[in-house]
């Protein structure tokens, strides 16, 4: 059961090792694209049209004709990557029950977006979990944890790769494991809890009133999508690399500081976040010379 980009490696590595897979459950077909007008699949689906697996896209997944299509498919086990929250008498099926692959080293990371806020705060290591699914979501008994270091400079499109194929590693690990009867759970500790809610544009937004190392934790954490971003007259102004300049102002933060050729610095508690990587509205994205080659930063000043 997967959706997105990120499960397509888990589902790969099963059919590439032999497990028998009775069935694929992924979203819906959607429209989109350019004017809306054409219909999408998910990455899931793509994968699993091409290896010809029973593909099932439910509406909802209380429908009894859904349950009754699970139920004939007999599984053993089921496997969840980055699809959605399942309602008991689906997780409950299996007689092995349903194992959830989660982006980070739970409990740390509870919610939907695991690597992004991994980054965003500045944490040097992270990793995949699989646990058995029950009721609250990401709160099952842990099973298998593997852990990867994040780079000073790595962005979460960056760790979001290394985790899509540890994690496959992790789910291959974990059904043979459950197929051997080799299983050892172990409960959370609530203690260790942290959460990591849904990331969407507004949560995208800089806050200039911090320490320059949070700013650039927040704008690798927002990279590639959806962009850290910040108003600039009227214009949104995406920033996907900055450094840091450390020293004691009087400035207010958010002000804008340039020689309007080499450099543009904002404002921050601690000194200044030196822009790098930039995209204005409606223009393409450029290196900040690039961009001040082209623009006239006391027109926003």
Do not use: C
Not at 25 to 44: E, H
Not at 84 to 112: C, F, I, Q
Not at 122 to 138: A, M, N, Q, R
Not at 272 to 289: A, H, P, T, W, Y
């Amino acid at each position: 059961m997967g959706t997105p980009e990120f499960a397509v490696p888990s589902l790969k590595i099963l059919v590439d090792n032999g497990i028998d897979v009775v069935g694929v459950v992924t979203a819906t077909d959607k429209y989109g694209g350019r004017g809306g007008n054409q219909l999408i699949q998910s990455a899931v689906k793509k994968y699993a049209v091409s290896q010809n697996l029973k593909i099932l896209q439910p509406p909802n997944l209380k429908a009894e004709a859904f349950l009754n299509q699970l139920r004939e498919l007999k599984a053993d086990l089921q496997i969840v990557v980055a699809f959605r929250m399942l309602p008991e008498v689906v997780w409950d099926m299996p007689k092995h029950g349903t194992y959830n692959l989660h982006g980070s080293l739970l409990p740390k990371y509870r919610g939907a977006a695991p690597i992004h806020w991994a980054v965003i705060n500045g944490e040097v290591e992270t990793g995949v979990t699989s646990f058995k699914l029950k009721h609250e979501i990401d709160t099952g008994d842990l099973f298998m944890q593997e852990r990867i270091a994040i780079g000073r400079e790595e962005t979460t499109g960056e760790v979001y790769e290394k985790l899509m194929k540890l994690g496959s590693e992790v789910v291959l690990n974990t059904v043979n494991a459950v197929q051997n009867n080799n299983i050892d759970l172990k409960p959370q500790d609530n203690a260790l809890v942290s959460k990591a809610p849904k990331i969407n544009r507004d949560v995208a937004e800089i806050d200039w009133h911090q320490k320059a190392e949070q700013v650039r934790n927040f704008i690798r954490g927002m990279n590639p999508f959806p962009g850290a971003w910040f108003d600039l007259s009227g214009s949104t102004m995406k920033i996907f690399k900055a450094s840091n300049i450390l020293v004691h102002h009087n400035i207010a933060p958010g002000r804008l500081v340039s020689d309007n050729k080499n450099y543009l610095h904002i404002a921050v508690l601690d000194g200044f976040s030196v822009l790098e990587d930039v995209q204005l509205q409606g223009k393409k994205r450029m290196n900040i010379k690039d961009f001040l080659n082209g623009n006239n930063v006391e027109d926003y000043l």
